[in-house]
C-alpha cells in the first residue's frame, strides 16, 4: 500500500511558476513510477508527466513539454512538478499516482488504468 499527498497548488497569473509536491509513504515507495495528470472541470482525467523509480526515465505530454519538470529526491520519498511558464489552460486539479515500476516498465505510462495509487489532488488555477 503506498499513500500519496499532493501540496503546493494555488493561484498564479498567467507566465508565473509554482511547485508541486507528492509525497509518497508507505511500503517500498521509492520502488515505485510516479505520475502527474489533471483534470479541468467538465473534461476527462488527462497525462501530465511521469518518472520512474530511479528517474532515468521521464515523459511528459506534450502540451507541457518545455515548461514543467518532473523530479524526484527518493531519500525524501517526494516527487515535484516544477511549472512555469503557466496558461490559463493550465488550471486543472492536479493529481499524483503511482504504480510499481516492476509491474509494467514504461508500457502505458499515460493510461489512467496503469496506476495503482492516487492521491485526493491539488487545485491550481492559472488567471489570464
Known amino acids: 500500500q503506498v499513500q500519496l499527498i499532493e501540496s503546493g497548488g494555488g493561484l498564479v497569473q498567467a507566465g508565473g511558476s509554482l511547485r508541486l509536491s507528492c509525497a509518497a509513504s508507505?511500503?517500498?515507495?521509492?520502488?515505485?513510477?510516479i505520475a502527474w495528470f489533471r483534470q479541468a472541470p467538465g473534461k476527462e482525467r488527462e497525462f501530465v508527466t511521469t518518472i520512474s523509480w530511479n528517474g532515468g526515465t521521464l515523459y511528459y505530454a506534450n502540451s507541457v513539454k518545455g515548461r514543467f519538470t518532473i523530479s524526484r529526491d527518493n531519500a525524501k520519498n517526494t516527487v515535484y512538478l516544477q511549472m512555469n511558464s503557466l496558461k490559463p489552460e493550465d488550471t486543472a486539479v492536479y493529481y499524483c499516482?503511482?504504480?510499481?515500476?516492476?509491474?509494467?516498465?514504461?508500457?502505458?505510462?499515460?493510461?489512467?488504468?496503469?496506476?495503482?495509487?492516487w492521491g485526493q489532488g491539488t487545485q491550481v488555477t492559472v488567471s489570464s
Open positions: 499516482a503511482a504504480v510499481d515500476w516492476g509491474r509494467y516498465g514504461s508500457a502505458y505510462y499515460d493510461k489512467v488504468a496503469r496506476y495503482e495509487y
Open positions: 508507505g511500503r517500498a515507495a521509492s520502488t515505485y513510477a
